[in-house]
């Protein structure tokens, strides 16, 4: 079986372990896609960020150390405090600044979002409840904000079992929260209700969701296009085709990993998402 780190645990942490790291260097990247939507890179998850008449929205809120910069980059848009706060999923570089934000915002969430949020415990002790959805959905949500539908679609069994992804319908932009690595290995959260080939589906049913030429925040790395959703999921199909048939071989997860993946994907293995981890995270979901 697999010696992989569970990075579920290193990803949900939002207290000590994060607080103890070093963030005063970190910058918060704002990038203009229309006249009112934004994407914020900073570290971890990116952010959507609609500013408009009705105030502030954003997708996703990273670290909690990074939410006084956050909240500066939002100001310089020329936006308050956030009135909606939408999470796509539960891992703490999208939700640690939840307990900030959450005690002006309304956090909008899918429920196992919530469930697994209120599970959390950090030093022993619960999440405020600042930092919990408010609002819950199951399957779909519309909010109507800022002169727009924003729809909130739920792909079940993915990268989590939480997974929503926001369409600016006005705007024609997507953020697809952690459905979209681009140009990098996924993490697909095995212990939190994830799997590789539910993750495929997802990417493979969001694909037909988008239009041709809509602008794609990702959960990680540069912003997107329907082409890089596309590479990716052929990257997906590529892996699992390749481990399933080795798994079928009777090949070990060790056999899989010294074989690597095709020359095309090699560059894709980046920081601790490596080549290694992402094929014992496909090893562990097929076998």
């Not at 939480?162 to 212990?191: A, C, E, I, K, Q």
């Not at 085709?241 to 990993?257: D, M, N, R």
């Amino acid at each position: 079986m697999s010696s992989w780190l569970p990075i579920a645990a290193i990803l949900a942490v939002t207290g000590t372990a994060f607080a103890q790291r070093d963030y005063s260097a970190v910058k918060i990247k704002s990038t203009r896609l229309t006249d009112s939507i934004y994407m914020l890179e900073g570290r971890g998850g990116n952010i959507g960020v609609s500013v408009g008449a009705d105030g502030v929205l954003i997708v996703d809120d990273q670290f909690a150390p990074l939410a006084g910069k956050i909240r500066a980059a939002i100001g310089e848009l020329g936006g308050g405090d956030p009135t909606f706060v939408l999470n796509t999923h539960y891992h703490g570089d999208h939700t640690g600044g939840n307990a900030h934000f959450g005690k002006t915002g309304v956090i909008v969430a899918h429920r196992n979002v919530r469930n697994r949020l209120a599970a959390r415990r950090v030093d022993d002790r619960p999440l405020p409840e600042a930092a919990l959805p408010e609002i819950t959905f199951d399957r779909e949500l519309s909010i109507h904000f800022n002169g727009e539908e924003l729809r909130v679609v739920h792909f079940p069994k993915a990268h989590t079992d939480g997974d929503g992804v926001v369409f600016f319908t006005g705007s024609n932009v997507v953020h697809t929260g952690d459905l979209l690595f681009n140009g990098r290995f996924p993490y697909v959260d095995l212990r939190g209700g994830g799997d590789v080939q539910g993750y495929i589906e997802a990417v493979r049913s969001l694909l037909k969701q988008i239009p041709p030429d809509a602008r794609i925040i990702p959960g990680h790395g540069p912003l997107a296009g329907p082409e890089d959703l596309k590479t990716a999921l052929e990257m997906l199909e590529t892996c699992a085709s390749l481990v399933k048939e080795s798994i079928a071989a009777g090949k070990t997860l060790e056999e899989i990993q010294a074989a690597g993946v095709p020359e095309k994907w090699q560059s894709w293995g980046q920081g601790w998402m490596s080549t290694d981890r992402w094929l014992s995270i496909v090893y562990n979901s097929y076998k």
